[in-house]
């Protein structure tokens, strides 16, 4: 993937790191350090603008996000409820109320999630489904996003101009960052899971001495 990516890059520039800045808002395992810090130190070898960079990856940043926002919009909280109001979804203890819960709680503290996920690897791009979920507000979405991403790629396409031929070392601690990033949202969601259930079970059994 990697060397797709540089590949692609070098042999078309700006086209290049435009799709690939596209790709990694809908796609997480695309590597957007990748992507920006290799732009930046292209800067340093052609002809590329390092504003230019920045303002383009800026903007297609929002542009794909709402890849991602859209399949939460049409997922819906109406749509999630319904599928978790089945017998498979009550056996596993899930409840309807824990959707309309859930958003409610997105619509009242979770919108700047948007802005500071944005500069998280990993979340930056999976932060777009809930707020599509939860019908965030189109336009605060894109603002959120594109100040999130501004400061993104202002970190990275600047590191890269800055590293010069050390751009990789660059990619390679990001990269540590975001292995650990992904680990770390897995356990999480693994813990809550299995607390889930638990709670689910003991709440089962509860009704059932009744």
């Known amino acids: 993937m990697d060397k797709i990516i540089i590949q692609a890059m070098n042999d078309y520039g700006y086209f290049a790191i435009m799709f690939f800045v596209i790709l990694e808002n809908i796609l997480p395992f695309v590597p957007s350090e990748l992507v920006l810090t290799f732009a930046g130190f292209m800067t340093t070898q052609t002809s590329m603008n390092v504003v230019t960079v920045i303002i383009g990856a800026t903007l297609l940043s929002i542009v794909g996000s709402f890849g991602l926002y859209g ?11 319904r ?13 309807k109320e824990d959707i309309y819960k859930s958003t409610e709680w997105f619509n009242k503290k979770g919108k700047y999630t948007v802005l500071i996920c944005r500069c998280v690897p990993v979340l930056r791009c999976l932060i777009s489904l809930p707020a599509g979920t939860s019908k965030m507000n ?10 999130g991403s501004l400061l993104w790629n202002l970190l990275l396409v600047d590191l890269g101009a800055v590293a010069g031929n050390n751009w990789e070392s660059i990619v390679g601690r990001v990269g540590m960052v975001t292995s ?6 897995i356990a999480l969601f693994g813990i809550a899971f299995l ?3 638990k709670k689910r079970i003991r709440l ?3 009704d059932g001495n009744e």
């Open 71 to 81: 399949v939460g919009r049409f997922i819906s909280e109406e749509r999630l409820a």
């Open 138 to 147: 189109p336009i605060l979405f894109a603002v959120f996003t594109g100040v």
């Open 204 to 206: 089962a059994k509860v």
């Open 83 to 95: 599928l978790v109001d089945t017998k498979l979804g009550r056996l596993l203890g899930f409840k």
């Open 180 to 185: 650990v990033v992904g680990l770390g949202i």
């Open 195 to 197: 607390v889930f259930i």
